[in-house]
Structure formats: C-alpha cells, structure tokens
C-alpha cells in the first residue's frame, strides 16, 4: 500500500498539527479492542536494525492505575485514561552492541509518537509521562528483568482539548546550508 498525493498529505498533516497532550479524560474507558488497533499500527515503527525493541505494558485495571499513578509524579491528568507503558527489551539491543543499546531511546520515542498519532486519528488523546519511578513500576507490574520502562503514556477518550501550544517559527529552527 503506497500512501502518497495531496490527499495523503493533508491528512498525515492534520492529525500531526492537531495531536494535543491531553490532561483531562472522560470517565470512559478505551475497550481493549481500540487499544490493540493503536499498538498494531505502533508495531510497524521504525528501529534502527529493526530490533523492535519495545515492548508494551497496557494497564486498565483502577487498582493497577492508582498505583502506577502513586510512582509517576509526572502524571497530572484527571479522568480515567489507560496506561501504556512502554519498555525496552534489552535483549534485542544488547547483542547489537553499545550503539544499539543508546538509540534504545529513539525507537520508545518514535513508537511512543506513532501511538500518539494513532490514537488522535482515532479520536483518542495520549500523553506522554517521562517522570516516574523506574524501579517501582518495573516490580509493580512484574516486568522480566531485561525489559527497562522507559515511558508512560496515558490514552483515552479527551474530555477535552487544549489550545494549541505556541511554536517557534521555522526560520528560528532551521539552517540551509
């Protein structure tokens, strides 16, 4: 399936443009189907040697929630989001050496965009929780030891949107050379 013209553009663009971070949900929970279409479009992300190396933790149940919430301080949203958690799988990128190991990163932000994308087009908001205890989420969710959380990302249904954020201008961000 190749996606390409005008029309392929405008959309990609649209949902790229309006993707918000979304700290209000409503009291609707995702149903698991929903959530399994985001993450088998996320799958298809790229890594670098194609190590797919992330690995995703979806967490719905309220009790599991308050608890992952209790070791994120970065987790200001109200409502009643999903939890993804995605980890890295150090076994897919340490037999590839140091380098692969670094750019473990990359691959959990690219996947971690593609899902935000997604579940945007899909008329669901995300947002993504950096600050968090690493320890206490990899023993509270009973991850394998090579498998490191790196990222949370809230996702439900947006009570509501906010405002565009302000932008630098392209002229600021951008050198021709």
């Known amino acids: 399936m190749t996606c390409s013209g005008p029309s392929?553009?405008?959309?990609?663009?649209k949902v790229v443009v309006e993707r918000r971070s979304i700290r209000a949900y409503s009291?609707?929970?995702?149903?698991?189907?929903v959530i399994e279409k985001v993450l088998e479009v996320?799958?298809?992300?790229p890594s670098g040697g194609n190590v797919q190396d992330w690995r995703f933790v979806v967490v719905t149940d309220a009790k599991l929630l308050r608890a992952l919430r209790a070791f994120s301080p970065g987790w200001i949203a109200s409502g009643n989001p999903a939890a993804i958690v995605i980890c890295s799988d150090r076994k897919s990128t340490d037999k590839m050496g140091p380098l692969m190991h670094e750019l473990r990163l990359i691959?959990?932000?690219?996947?971690?965009?593609?899902?935000?994308l997604v579940a945007h087009s899909m008329g669901l908001g995300t947002c993504m929780i950096g600050s968090f205890s690493k320890p206490a989420v990899k023993k509270l969710l009973n991850l394998p030891d090579h498998w490191d959380p790196l990222?949370?990302?809230?996702?439900?249904?947006?009570?509501?949107?906010?405002?565009p954020p302000p932008r630098l201008s392209l002229e600021e961000i951008t050198m021709w050379r």
């Open 8 to 13: 392929s553009f405008e959309a990609v663009s």
């Open 27 to 33: 009291s609707k929970m995702p149903p698991k189907e």
């Open 42 to 45: 996320a799958r298809w992300s």
């Open 107 to 116: 691959h959990v932000g690219i996947v971690a965009q593609t899902i935000s």
């Open 151 to 163: 990222l949370i990302m809230l996702i439900g249904y947006p009570e509501r949107t906010p405002p």
